[in-house]
């Protein structure tokens, strides 16, 4: 009688085709054992009739596990360029363990797939090219994306959108804004424009030398128009409030608007004398 019995090996008996493209099944022994990657089924030459040891069968398993996650990353930076915290994000959700994470983010790197750095560069060129916005807000983006601080750093941002581009981005937004707030004050235009740019993410410096160029010096004529316009919302905002009251907040409202005192006071001697 033998000391041991004979070991046998589980046999590939079917790989059938799964409606997923490049998805197989792998049958040992007659029985399902797990899905597999096309690429995996290449890397392995498995072929029906092949014997396979436990060792080989768990190998090809993890090689399967892998080349899922690496799927999902590679489908995912299909559309666009992503970060690697976004790939890491990504992996995470569709439930991928740390460790082939790991193997899928060091494998994208290795194969220029994943790069922080040069996602930095193309996400300031776009924002430049199809964007207003100003280096901070480009910096939040950034790191909400989770580009790390130094990549992320206002230096790194400028170096590639110099001061110049955003000299020219600045006066284009200048002229909209003012054209939006057109029946406004001059100061008061001015505080909105300057509002409006830092909410934008441009330094004071560069915002205070783009509006001293714009130069926010009120012409007397749009003043005027931009006086009146005003004057008459608050006159009839207020006209049953009392003829005192009346003169006293439509007084204090433009002179907040940035009107000039006399120039309102006139105005309202003006309206009174005409409704008398």
């Not at 197989?24 to 007659?30: G, I, Q, V």
């Not at 915290?85 to 460790?99: G, S």
């Not at 983006?141 to 110099?162: E, M, N, Q, V, W």
């Not at 934008?200 to 006086?227: M, W």
Request: net charge negative; glycine share 4%; no cysteine.
């Amino acid at each position: 009688m033998n000391s041991f019995q004979e070991v046998t090996m589980p046999t590939i008996t079917k790989i059938s085709a799964q409606k997923r493209k490049g998805r197989y099944n792998l049958f040992l022994d007659d029985e399902f054992a797990f899905g597999i990657d096309e690429g995996v089924l290449v890397q392995y030459a498995l072929a029906k009739g092949q014997e396979l040891t436990s060792a080989q069968v768990a190998e090809i398993q993890e090689q399967n596990n892998f080349r899922h996650a690496y799927n999902i990353a590679v489908n995912y930076l299909a559309h666009q360029l992503r970060t690697r915290h976004e790939i890491w994000t990504k992996l995470e959700d569709e439930e991928v363990p740390p460790a082939y994470i790991k193997q899928v983010a060091a494998e994208l790197t290795s194969q220029g797939y994943l790069d922080d750095t040069a996602y930095r560069d193309s996400f300031v060129r776009t924002q430049m090219l199809t964007t207003e916005n100003g280096p901070t807000v480009i910096q939040r983006k950034l790191r909400d994306k989770g580009i790390s601080p130094d990549l992320a750093s206002i230096d790194a941002i400028t170096d590639i959108y110099p001061e110049d581009e955003q000299r020219q981005t600045l006066a284009k937004l200048i002229a909209k804004q003012r054209s939006h707030y057109r029946t406004s004050s001059a100061r008061e235009q001015e505080r909105k424009v300057r509002q409006h740019l830092y909410a934008k993410g441009f330094s004071g410096d560069l915002i205070s030398q783009a509006i001293a160029y714009a130069d926010f010096t009120p012409d007397a004529e749009e003043e005027a128009d931009a006086l009146a316009t005003q004057a008459e919302k608050y006159w009839r905002r207020y006209a049953s409030k009392g003829l005192a009251y009346q003169k006293r907040k439509t007084k204090t409202m433009l002179y907040q608007k940035g009107f000039d005192l006399d120039a309102v006071s006139n105005w309202i001697a003006d309206k009174e004398a005409s409704e008398e």
